[in-house]
C-alpha cells in the first residue's frame, strides 16, 4: 500500500526524494507479484500484469522520444490504464501530466 512505502521511506531517516518514492514503487511492483494493484468494475490487474502493461507504454513513449523531465500529457478518466500510463511515465523519469477529460471547468 501507499503507507506502507511511505513507512519504508521514512523509516530511513530524512526526506524522501521522488527517486526514493519512484524505487519504492517499482520495486514493489516486483514484489507483489499477483497480488491485485488495481480494482475496477469487477475486474483485477495484478502487480505483475501492471508491470508489464506499463513497461510496453514506457518502451513507445521512449521510442517516441520521451526523456527524462519531459512532460507527458495523459488524457484518461480515472482507470486501469490511467494508472498504468502514471507507471510508464514515471519509469522513464518523466513528469505525468493528468488531463480528466471529465472534469468540469470551474
Not at 502487480?47 to 507527458?72: F, S
Not at 510508464?88 to 518523466?94: P, S, Y
Amino acid at each position: 500500500t501507499v503507507g506502507d512505502l511511505a513507512v519504508g521511506v521514512f523509516a530511513g531517516g530524512g526526506v524522501p526524494t521522488m527517486a526514493h518514492l519512484l524505487n519504492d514503487i517499482l520495486a514493489s511492483l516486483a514484489r507483489r507479484g499477483d497480488a491485485v494493484a488495481v480494482r475496477w468494475q469487477g475486474d483485477d490487474l495484478s502487480y505483475r500484469e501492471l508491470d508489464r502493461r506499463a513497461r510496453r507504454v514506457a518502451a513507445g513513449l521512449a521510442d517516441a522520444g520521451v526523456m527524462p523531465g519531459d512532460r507527458v500529457a495523459v488524457g484518461l478518466e480515472n482507470s486501469p490504464e490511467l494508472v498504468i500510463g502514471l507507471v510508464a511515465v514515471l519509469r522513464l523519469g518523466a513528469v505525468f501530466v493528468p488531463i480528466n477529460p471529465l472534469a468540469s471547468p470551474d
